[in-house]
T-cell receptor
Framework: NAGVTQTPKFRILKIGQSMTLQCAQDMNHNYMYWYRQDPGMGLKLIYYSVGAGITDKGEVPNGYNVSRSTTEDFPLRLELAAPSQTSVYFC????????????FGPGTRLTVL | GESVGLHLPTLSVQEGDNSIINCAYSNSASDYFIWYKQESGKGPQFIIDIRSNMDKRQGQRVTVLLNKTVKHLSLQIAATQPGDSAVYFCAEIPISGGSYIPTFGRGTSLIVHP
């Protein structure tokens, strides 16, 4: 199993540009999550999904959108990038949320200039 | 909202020593706790978990202790090695609301000196 994969690894955007961060998992997990991690800080939940076609907001959803058309994929869309969105983004998945660990991808480092 | 906090942002130890990383949580409704390790440039990795009906759980070289009375969680690493150098996060998962969304602490940076 490849586990959770994310692309790209790094990206530099200009203010106002848009991009999609890709996330895929091959463990047939129902639950998927997007987090951002700012320097010296913990993970903050952006969006999560409990299954294909179902998504919900986390703690910091403004400026982002998600979709979940398949069990495997959970892309994160940034519209009109702002410097405040400079961060490292992690995608994660879990079989069930309760009493189960989350498996994390390697992260995407995004800089908005 | 309630959040998980860590007492020390950085912990420096000598190779071979035992390490103890602490975590305070404030949500009494949390019933599942996880410790993650994050190496530089990588995503967090599961280390060990514990349910609220337990007060201790042991893994390979790691032990997690849970004190629900004072809402305190600790991770003990025995015979710390340079490869243990990383940031360690605790996460709490509440049972209220049915969403089971974890809250992560800021993390403690463990530095192991050879």
């Amino acid at each position: 199993n490849a586990g959770v994969t994310q692309t790209p690894k790094f990206r530099i955007l200009k203010i106002g540009q848009s991009m999609t961060l890709q996330c895929a998992q091959d463990m047939n997990h129902n639950y998927m999550y997007w987090y951002r991690q700012d320097p010296g800080m913990g993970l903050k939940l952006i969006y999560y999904s409990v299954g294909a076609g179902i998504t919900d907001k986390g703690e910091v959803p403004n400026g982002y959108n998600v979709s979940r058309s398949t069990t495997e994929d959970f892309p994160l869309r940034l519209e009109l990038a702002a410097p405040s969105q400079t961060s490292v983004y992690f995608c994660a998945s879990s079989r069930e949320p309760r009493y189960n660990e989350q498996f994390f991808g390697p992260g995407t480092r995004l800089t908005v200039l | 909202g309630e959040s998980v906090g860590l007492h020390l942002p950085t912990l420096s130890v000598q190779e071979g020593d035992n390490s103890i990383i602490n975590c305070a949580y404030s949500n009494s409704a949390s019933d599942y706790f996880i410790w993650y390790k994050q190496e530089s440039g990588k995503g967090p990795q599961f280390i060990i978990d514990i349910r609220s009906n337990m007060d201790k759980r042991q893994g390979q070289r790691v032990t997690v202790l849970l004190n629900k009375t004072v809402k305190h969680l600790s991770l003990q690493i025995a015979a710390t090695q340079p490869g243990d150098s990383a940031v360690y996060f605790c996460a709490e998962i509440p049972i209220s609301g049915g969403s089971y969304i974890p809250t992560f602490g800021r993390g403690t940076s463990l530095i192991v000196h050879p």
